[in-house]
C-alpha cells in the first residue's frame, strides 16, 4: 500500500484489517491514522496538526508523510 492508498499500510502490515484512513485526535495533536470500534489502532502519519481540518486538508490532498514503522 502506499500513501495515495485510502487504507493505512501499517496497519495492513500488521496482519490487520484493511481500514480506512481517517483524522484522530491524541494529546499530541491531530494525525492520520486508522481505528476500529475498539478505538484507534494506527498512527500513519508522521505529522500532527494543531487543527482538525489541517489533518483533513492534508489527508485530502496527499501532503503528508507515511510513517514506514509503527
Known sequence: MSQNSPF???AAQSCGPLLPLEVLKSRAGFYIGTSTDEGPYSR???EYWHA???AWYALKNQTWTQRLHP
Do not use: K, R, T
Open 8 to 10: 493505512g499500510s501499517l
Open 44 to 46: 500513519e502519519s508522521v
Open 52 to 54: 482538525e481540518s489541517e
